[in-house]
């Protein structure tokens, strides 16, 4: 029996296991075997902005108020240098060649010591043109955090806890169970244990059958991608080849799949196990090596000829409009592999947010005794890491990132963000396929990080195991309700 990685030529492993079968190894083979796995990893590099952000804060001193400070201090605390040229900022805005008088607000965090401590002279207050960035759903706060993940590639630390909100709209309303008493260790964030972030995109049976030789009748059809997402194709009206290139490439580093229209593919050659080309017809020319092919709306008789070729089908099923009835035809028809497209605020064409219209797809699917047989994939409102795992609790088995790619690679969108499609998308100007290629990886590795946490902190050894979890998360309106529903005022509370 030979046992291989996936793919990845370069990471080949074969190991003949019927040499060691049923022998005892000796301390030096055993290590020798170990030595040939490798552990998945995502190489990241700091990769500088090439456009840089806009300060979080604006710091105003008043140069008379400083000077008279100054003053007053240089006679009382005399000879006492020390105390005289002291900061109140630790963070060095202060600190440079002449102190206050030109302040440097870039090193800014806003700890407001020194409005504080001298509120007579010093002012800070939030830099506009940063809160300016965005629209209302993927925020000013969304895209810094993604700017700065994509710089590092690293889980941003911010040594201040906690700041968001506890509670709110969209993904917000949403609390994870991250319970010390299930946490098992943080080996798995570490390394020193796996917690899987692997997912299976196919056709699974929800049981094996065998026939009279004991052969599997109904293997599954899948294949497996390292982490639980995808890349989403770019906006139509985004003319550029670098980005699919980048799309493409970096798929390949991660191992997941970049999903491009199918003319493209062709034309750039962009081909490959990594690339999933989205086509309208049976007909159309996929290049070789190609495992899975999207069709961009429900075709039962393409879906069997692709079928047919040997490749994986994923329909598109746009929630703009009857979704549900969408996916139940295709689901009827055969369709295994479903992709539901919300737009950019996560919404369906009823104004149904994600964490409501994924629960009642995978629902109707669980009720329906078919869930693993079908692989549910969902683009549109992914705006920060912690929406991965509120995706997939939500029910999905993998999430497509759409605009986040976008903000990774620095580019500024404009018009209208929500619908699909219709933002103007402005890329730096020196913008280059290595720098965007880095940038997305280390965005892919900080949010897998930041997926390996919530599953080391929710005790949890894989994502697939994360899937339609309702029971691990909570509702912070059904929380309130429980509450506060029979106080006085609370609505639909007492009376
Ligand atoms: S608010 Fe804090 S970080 Fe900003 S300048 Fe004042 S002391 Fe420094």
């Not at 440079?96 to 002279?121: A, I, K, T, W, Y």
């Not at 880095?438 to 892919?444: A, D, I, K």
Request: one cysteine or more.
């Amino acid at each position: 029996m030979v046992l291989t990685t996936e793919r990845e030529p370069e990471h080949e492993v074969v190991i003949e296991m019927s040499e060691s079968k049923g022998k005892v190894l000796t301390l030096e083979q055993a290590r020798a075997r170990a030595d040939t796995y490798l552990r998945y990893n995502i190489d990241t590099m700091e990769t500088a902005d090439r456009w840089k952000i806009p300060r979080r804060f604006n710091v105003k001193v008043g140069k008379f108020g400083l000077a008279k400070l100054l003053f007053k201090e240089f006679f009382k605390y005399f000879g006492h240098w020390e105390t005289v040229f002291s900061r109140p900022c630790t963070y060095g805005v202060f600190s440079g060649p002449v102190g206050g008088f030109s302040p440097r607000p870039n090193l800014c965090v806003g700890c407001l010591r020194c409005e504080v401590q001298h509120p007579d002279f010093v002012t800070v207050t939030p830099n506009g043109e940063l809160r300016a960035l965005g629209d209302k759903y993927l925020t000013w706060r969304h895209i810094s955090t993604i700017d700065e993940e994509a710089r590092k590639g690293s889980v941003p630390v911010r040594g201040q806890g906690y700041r968001g909100r506890f509670g709110g709209p969209g993904f917000d309303g949403m609390f994870t169970d991250m319970s010390e008493i299930v946490r098992p260790s943080r080996d798995g964030i570490h390394g020193r244990e796996l917690i899987g972030t692997q997912v299976d995109i196919g056709k699974k049976p929800m049981h094996l059958e065998f026939d009279g030789n004991g052969a599997i009748c109904n293997e599954p059809e899948m294949m497996t991608i390292q982490v639980p997402f995808l890349y989403s194709a770019p906006p139509t009206n985004l003319d550029d080849d670098r980005v699919v290139e980048i799309m493409a490439s970096a798929a390949a580093k991660v191992d997941t799949l970049a999903l491009l229209p199918v003319d493209v593919v062709n034309r750039l050659e962009l081909g490959g196990a990594n690339v999933a080309p989205i086509v309208n017809c049976a007909g159309c020319e996929v290049p070789e090596g190609t495992r899975l092919v999207e069709l961009r709306q429900w075709d039962e008789q393409a879906h069997d000829a692709l079928e047919n070729k040997g490749l994986l089908v994923s329909v598109a099923i746009d929630m703009s409009g009857d979704w549900r009835a969408d996916m139940k035809e295709a689901r009827l028809g055969g369709a295994s592999i479903l992709h539901l497209y919300a737009d950019h605020h996560g919404l369906d064409g009823e104004d149904g947010f994600l964490m409501d219209t994924l629960a009642e797809a995978h629902t109707n699917l669980v009720n329906a005794g078919i869930r693993d047989e079908i692989t549910l994939i969902g683009s549109g409102g992914i705006a920060g890491a912690d929406h991965l795992p509120k995706a997939i609790i939500s029910g999905l088995d993998a999430v497509g990132l759409d605009h986040s790619l976008l903000v990774a690679m620095q580019a500024r969108l404009s018009g209208d963000t929500k619908e699909r499609n219709s933002a103007t998308v402005q890329l730096p100007d020196d913008f280059d396929n290595a720098w965007g290629l880095q940038r997305v990886v280390n965005l892919s590795c900080s949010w897998r990080d930041q997926m390996l946490e919530i599953l080391g902190a929710m005790g949890v050894r894989e994502v697939r195991r994360l899937r339609g979890e309702f029971g691990r998360s909570m509702r912070c309106s059904v929380l309130e309700a429980e509450a506060f529903g029979e106080i006085e005022g609370y609505p639909g509370g007492g009376d």
